[in-house]
């Protein structure tokens, strides 16, 4: 039996550990279970319970006060990570063998990890052995997506790590409820956008040719392709948390193996209710 495994990277703050602990509570409700494991060995607060945590391997804090590595903090988190691919038995060990299983990773943020570092491509390559189908999970703050060029270099983040890590991606655009309405009505077309005429309305802006031509390439690039799309998180919206597991489960095939389960038998009334007494009580009364 396969499992599932979302890698729930991004940007820093772009909503990473709001998502996985967002998702956590929504499974609950519906009875799905979710486990989170916590693969930022720096972080500080998150309100999801941990089925592991890197910081037991390995903290960026010791890192960094080691005298012989003296490493700030993005060299101390590179270390780290790296640490972590060589140890890979220890995640192994954390996360037992129990079929079924359905995992999000909460990822460091450091930008470097999605795009030329190996280790998270060693990662989906070390889940791929162990039988987990792994989605790519790409959050980017809506609140930086509102104008055109932030949105080309948001897409260009996400297009970044969808071809370094090749696994299926869903890109989320996460703060979706601190938009003003306005803003909400605005970035309706950076969800599907239309990169040709987004370069358009920008093209005024430009004034090297040079940059122009390349601008217009890495918007035709991605528009013929239908490379990269974006769904809205809006952590208050129940239904569109929903639309994006739908998402992101489709593009595991979650749900397909999964053997039906009888449902729990409704409890029988309790023997004292008679409703035609009750009834009649009232109508007499
Ligand atoms: N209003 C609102 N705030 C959010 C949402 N998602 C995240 N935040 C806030 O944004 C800040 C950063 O969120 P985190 O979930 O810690 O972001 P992260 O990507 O895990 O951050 P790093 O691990 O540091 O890279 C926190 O103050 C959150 O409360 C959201 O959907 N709505
Ligand atoms: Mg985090």
């Known amino acids: 039996m396969p499992r599932y495994a979302q890698l729930v990277m991004g940007p820093a ?13 929504h499974s ?16 500080e607060h998150f309100d999801y319970p941990v ?4 910081r037991e391997l390995i903290q960026v804090d010791d890192v960094m ?6 490493f700030g ?32 990773f909460d990822c460091p943020g450091q930008i470097e990890l999605y795009t030329h570092l190996p280790v998270m491509r060693q990662l989906v390559e070390q889940l791929q052995q162990w039988e987990f189908r792994v989605c790519g999970v790409f959050l ?26 090749e696994i299926p ?30 370069m358009e309305d920008n093209s005024d802006t430009i004034k090297s040719t040079k940059f122009k031509k390349l601008t217009k390439a890495i918007c035709g690039l991605i528009d013929d392709y239908s490379m990269v799309r974006f769904l809205p998180f809006d952590r208050t919206d129940e239904e569109g948390i929903n639309i994006v597991l739908q998402h992101i489960d489709f593009s595991i095939q979650y749900g397909e193996d999964l053997e039906f389960k009888e449902p729990k038998e409704v409890e029988e009334e309790p023997a004292n209710l008679n409703y035609d007494e ?8």
């Open 13 to 25: 703050g772009s909503g990473k550990s709001t998502y996985c602990s967002t998702l956590v509570q």
């Open 28 to 43: 609950e409700a519906l009875n799905r279970s979710v486990q989170v494991v916590n693969l930022d060995p720096a972080a």
């Open 51 to 54: 089925m592991a945590d890197i």
């Open 65 to 70: 006060e080691d005298d012989s590595l003296r």
């Open 73 to 104: 903090p993005n060299g101390g988190l590179v270390f780290c990570m790296e640490y972590f691919a060589n140890n890979f038995d220890w995640l192994e060990e954390s996360l037992g063998h129990v079929e079924d299983d359905y995992i999000l």
């Open 140 to 165: 980017v703050d809506s609140q930086f997506m509102v104008e055109s060029f932030k949105f080309i270099s948001g897409v260009m983040a996400a297009l970044s790590a969808m071809v370094s890590l």
């Open 169 to 198: 991606q869903v890109n989320i655009m996460t703060k979706m409820d601190l938009l003003s309405p306005k803003a909400k009505k605005e970035i309706e077309k950076y969800l599907d956008p239309d990169m040709y005429s987004m």
């Open 278 to 285: 009750i009834f009649q009580g009232k109508v007499d009364s």
